[in-house]
């Protein structure tokens, strides 16, 4: 991995359930999480609304402005190995932290969605808020394994 300072990658979740990350999705979600944070400070964290979540995104940028990945039916669908190449450009670029979020049931409103830096879609399919989130975490520790030359990830 080089001399390059570590990105700070955050899993955002914008869900009302509070109970959204227990259980089976919960312990998805951290297992994924815990085996990327071997790679680079990795976390998860739930947001109760949109408007939550950019609040956290301003204040953030006080200091350093974090890069935001928003998850969207409308976004680029990209392979695992794009998503691994658009995070080697993070850790190059000096990127100090990375937030992946997964949006609101109803989807980002526009305003969200001009302040991201790059909106991706997980595929064509709609899927449930917790499965979204598990296929985010599992995505962000696959990258991670392709950029780290990790056998994780053999091209499949």
Do not use: N
Request: aromatic fraction near 8%.
């Amino acid at each position: 991995m080089g001399g390059c300072r570590p990105v700070k990658i955050r899993l955002a979740s914008i869900t009302s359930r509070k109970a959204a990350f227990s259980g089976g999705v919960g312990d998805l979600v951290q297992l994924y999480v815990t085996r990327a944070a071997r790679y680079t400070p990795c976390e998860a964290a739930l947001f109760t609304s949109e408007d939550a979540f950019l609040a956290t995104m301003v204040k953030e940028s006080a200091r350093v402005r974090p890069i935001v990945w928003l998850a969207d039916s409308r976004g680029k669908l990209a392979t695992s190995e794009e998503l691994a190449a658009d995070l080697v450009r993070c850790f190059d670029g000096g990127v100090q932290q990375l937030v992946l979020a997964i949006g609101p049931a109803d989807g980002w409103s526009a305003s969200a969605l001009s302040r991201a830096d790059k909106t991706i879609s997980f595929g064509r399919i709609t899927l449930p808020h917790e499965l979204a989130a598990v296929v985010a975490a599992e995505q962000i520790y696959r990258a991670l394994t392709i950029r780290a030359g990790h056998p994780y990830h053999s091209g499949h």
